[in-house]
């Protein structure tokens, strides 16, 4: 199973990830991202698609 990581020190909290992905990431507390699922592949998603939605490439998928 493929594990969704978002490295905090790189994350500026725009939203993106929540926005277009909302199954599989949520803003915490702090403002930054989370991840609340990595079972990307069930919604039809790929993971260049999530990757590329960051534009501080703070998502990294790692199978």
Do not use: Q, R, W
């Amino acid at each position: 199973m493929s594990t969704i990581t978002v490295d905090k020190n790189k994350c500026i909290g725009c939203g993106s990830c929540a926005a277009m992905y909302p199954e599989l990431f949520k803003l915490g507390e702090d403002g930054k991202s989370e991840v609340i699922s990595s079972d990307y592949s069930s919604h039809n998603y790929t993971k260049e698609e999530i990757i590329a939605i960051c534009p501080v490439e703070a998502i990294s998928i790692k199978d």
